[in-house]
């Protein structure tokens, strides 16, 4: 297993707790010098806060854990392709890579709706891989909610960010 995929697990690991909790799973960690400085996932409901998904929480960890708002030594891994604010967020922080698994066509801000990652006009750009473990990560998404849907009865609405990010998607 390489490095990618394994950063990725601990990601999904988080994105997992996050539907434990109720809140749309997704999950983030930042690595540096192949250790984990900073972890989290999403909380918006919890924290009744929209800016609390998972690579906000996970960035700002890594940054008091450097005491350092700079990441430039670091690596974001998000199971879900960031949104403008979080790939805004990437950008200010001065990450060199970002690695995401499921790609989101609906509010994914790294290639999908916008490009803000590799924005040419921006005085630092990073480095997007997406559809690592994409599979997993996609999955935890969908099942999430499938179960919701069941449960509010059918009508799909106030499915997170953007809307059900992978409603879109064939597969
Ligand atoms: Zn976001």
């Given at each position: 297993m390489n490095d990618d995929d394994r950063f990725m697990l601990q990601a999904l690991?988080?994105?997992?707790?996050?539907?434990?909790?109720?809140?749309?799973?997704?999950?983030?960690?930042v690595v540096c010098?192949?250790?984990?400085?900073?972890?989290?996932?999403?909380?918006r409901e919890m924290l009744h806060d929209?800016?609390?998904?998972?690579?906000?929480?996970?960035i700002t960890a890594a940054a008091g854990h450097l005491e350092s708002w700079r990441l430039e030594e670091c690596v974001l891994y998000v199971t879900l392709e960031p949104c403008a604010m979080c790939a805004g967020a990437i950008v200010l922080a001065r990450l060199p890579r970002l690695v995401f698994g499921a790609f989101d066509p609906k509010a994914g801000a790294c290639g999908s709706v916008l490009d803000?990652?590799?924005?040419?006009?921006?005085?630092?750009?990073?480095?997007?891989?997406?559809?690592?473990?994409?599979?997993?990560?996609?999955?935890?998404?969908?099942?999430?909610?499938?179960?919701?849907?069941?449960?509010?009865?059918?009508?799909?609405?106030?499915?997170?960010?953007g809307?059900?990010?992978?409603?879109?998607?064939?597969?």
């Open positions: 690991r988080e994105a997992r707790d996050a539907a434990e909790d109720g809140e749309v799973p997704v999950g983030a960690v010098g192949g250790r984990v400085i900073g972890r989290g996932h999403n909380q929209p800016t609390a998904h998972a690579e906000m929480i996970a803000i990652v590799r924005e040419p006009r921006f005085n630092h750009r990073v480095e997007p891989e997406g559809g690592v473990l994409a599979e997993e990560c996609g999955h935890l998404l969908k099942e999430f909610f499938k179960a919701r849907r069941t449960q509010v009865g059918g009508n799909g609405q106030d499915s997170g960010p809307g059900d990010p992978l409603e879109g998607l064939s597969g």
